[in-house]
């Protein structure tokens, strides 16, 4: 079965775009979660090695520790937790949402139970304040707050019960729960304020339900074990109740004053796995839509890919038939409209041909004609091919040869001979030349030169050509200095004066004139000889080009003057050109102007 243009476009493309994303997909169902717990790990491990880094340069690096860990619980939603090894496990770990750490003057540490205040009071209470406390003792290290007060902020429990409009009875109640219990107030400095923030306790509770396992975990390793190097530990362990797998962040922290502090984070997979599921579920939304979208446009392009090439077949095939009537529309700039207007070329080629064959009355009259054609694109061919030095080799074959024959006994055949040998000896070194700055073999000699003087010493040199031809000199010229290699700007100069007087006139002008715009001086060389077509100003760089179909071999020359004209002043990145005036032509170029 014939499968189309258009249906292999769509094939091929369309089966690349499904690779590509069921590639994708694979990658986001089998990397992405572990590229994530990856990119989580070593966020929490920068962010520990930051609080280190900002704890240790702290003047206050007992304080600043809990400010730290309470600050990054907060900004991570990922509980932090400083364990002191001089004091209990299990109080350290299992601080209540609604508690408040503090500290008095003389190193205790106690919670500050704080649920009931207003929650507007409580924000005030920053992390390295001082604070005035009255509480309820409940054990050890708790108590159960009815007073408070730090800058600007102070809060009385019974004041907030009342101002709440809570009934008197359950205000009583409230009030004599801790009656019994003994009254400790104390003037400290807060040092974890774990009340503060509602949003933090999700994170905190996380630490509370781990808190028996890490500090197992603490016990069974041995708390002196963590100290022996200051690098950051991680394990992995998995909850026994939902088989959730967790990492444990442990860094020692080891402070000047021969403090010894342990850093803890928890960093559990719920919340990654949870986002990676909704990511994995949506994605395979993305993956139909994107597939569906991806076949709609391979469809769309290959229609349009193919229709135009679909359209040149069925054309060229109507020319097969000798229909030449229809042509391609051109609707594209690249290769494709390309080849259409190169098919459009074609058609109106072949139907003209065939148009002429038709119309012609006689079959002689064609044959000639072609056979002519043909023979002046043999001619022009020959001479492109053979670049001029098939011409001097056949005469100067010629006349050797007469003369090893005894046909020629005259020494003016030599001279011809002499003439040929001369002139390919100029042909052959102007093409080194050119090859030697084509190759970028030439390097210039900068320096600073008299243009005027250099023009005058070259017509002096081509005054036998000029008077041969009775050519009358116009000068404008005044004594300007440019900045050029002199021997190679002599050159230009020398070329472009014996072109001008080869292809002037018999007793013509040639005119040479300066003129200095924006620190350039600008040097014009004009004849009046024949105009130069338009079409053929820029064919004149070229090697071996002349104006003259036939190559004309009278006037003399190379063909490779201008050439050589070009390669130099492209290499003095000059601006040079050549135009046609009224009953002559001009070319010019510009050197930079030395004061």
């Not at 258009?6 to 493309?13: A, G, N, P, R």
């Not at 809990?66 to 900004?75: G, H, K, P, Q, V």
């Not at 004053?257 to 796995?273: A, G, P, R, W, Y």
């Not at 072609?370 to 492109?384: G, L, S, W």
Request: net charge negative; hydrophobic share 40%.
């Amino acid at each position: 079965m014939k499968i189309g243009l258009k249906s292999k476009i769509f094939l091929f493309t369309a089966g690349l775009f499904s690779v590509v994303l069921i590639l994708l997909l694979g990658i986001q169902t089998f990397v992405l979660g572990t590229y994530f717990e990856n990119r989580q790990l070593k966020l929490i491990e920068t962010t520990i090695e930051e609080m280190v880094f900002r704890t240790i340069e702290s003047p206050e690096p007992d304080k600043e520790i809990y400010r730290l860990a309470s600050e990054n619980s907060l900004m991570h939603n990922v509980p932090f937790v400083v364990i002191d090894p001089e004091k209990k496990f299990f109080q350290q770990l299992n601080t209540p949402p609604n508690n408040m750490l503090v500290q008095t003057e003389s190193g205790e540490v106690y919670s500050l139970i704080v649920d009931g205040f207003e929650q507007d009071i409580i924000r005030q209470f920053e992390v390295g304040n001082w604070i005035e406390f009255s509480g309820f003792q409940v054990d050890e290290q708790n108590l159960r707050a009815f007073f408070i007060e730090t800058e600007n902020a102070y809060a009385d429990l019974e004041s907030t019960f009342r101002s709440s409009q809570m009934p008197e009875n359950e205000i009583e109640d409230m009030m004599n729960e801790f009656s019994d219990n003994p009254v400790i107030s104390q003037h400290g400095e807060i040092i974890f304020n774990n009340a503060k923030n509602i949003d933090a306790q999700g994170s905190n509770k996380l630490v509370g339900y781990h808190g028996e396992q890490i500090e197992r975990f603490l016990m069974e390793h041995g708390i002196e074990a963590f100290f022996e190097s200051d690098m950051i530990r991680v394990f992995d362990f998995e909850d026994s109740w939902t088989s959730t797998h967790n990492r444990l962040v442990v860094r020692p922290v080891f402070l000047l004053n021969d403090k010894q502090f342990l850093l803890i984070s928890i960093i559990s997979t719920v919340n990654t796995e949870s986002t990676v599921s909704i990511i994995q579920e949506f994605y395979w939304v993305n993956f139909v839509v994107a597939l569906l979208i991806s076949f709609l446009a391979t469809y769309i392009f290959a229609g349009r890919f193919s229709k135009p090439i679909i359209n040149m077949e069925s054309i060229a095939k109507q020319m097969a038939e000798m229909n030449f009537e229809q042509k391609v529309a051109i609707q594209s700039k690249d290769e494709i409209g390309s080849l259409a207007e190169s098919l459009n070329r074609l058609s109106e080629t072949l139907q003209s041909h065939i148009h002429a064959l038709e119309t012609s009355n006689s079959k002689l009259t064609d044959e000639i004609e072609f056979k002519t054609e043909q023979e002046e694109i043999r001619k022009a061919f020959v001479a492109n091919v053979s670049h001029e030095l098939k011409t001097p080799l056949t005469i100067m074959k010629g006349l050797i040869e007469g003369i090893k024959d005894g046909v020629y006994n005259d020494p003016s055949h030599l001279t011809s001979t002499l003439d040929e040998i001369n002139r390919m000896e100029h042909m052959v070194y102007d093409m080194l030349e050119i090859s030697k700055y084509e190759a970028k073999g030439i390097d210039l000699d900068i320096g600073v030169f008299s243009l005027e003087e250099s023009v005058r010493r070259i017509l002096n040199r081509l005054k036998p050509l000029s008077t041969k031809k009775g050519i009358h000199m116009d000068f404008q010229m005044d004594d300007g200095f440019v900045k050029a290699d002199q021997i190679k700007i002599e050159q230009v100069l020398e070329n472009l004066l014996t072109n001008a007087f080869r292809y002037a006139h018999e007793d013509g002008h040639v005119q040479v004139r300066f003129s200095n715009e924006l620190n350039r001086t600008k040097c014009t060389i004009t004849n009046d000889g024949s105009p130069i077509p338009e079409d053929a100003l820029e064919s004149i760089w070229q090697p071996f080009y002349r104006v003259e179909s036939s190559r004309n071999r009278k006037k003399g020359g190379t063909g490779l003057g201008l050439v050589i004209v070009k390669s130099i002043l492209d290499k003095h990145n000059a601006l040079y050109g050549a135009y046609n005036i009224d009953h002559g032509v001009a070319f010019y170029f510009e050197l930079e102007t030395v004061e």
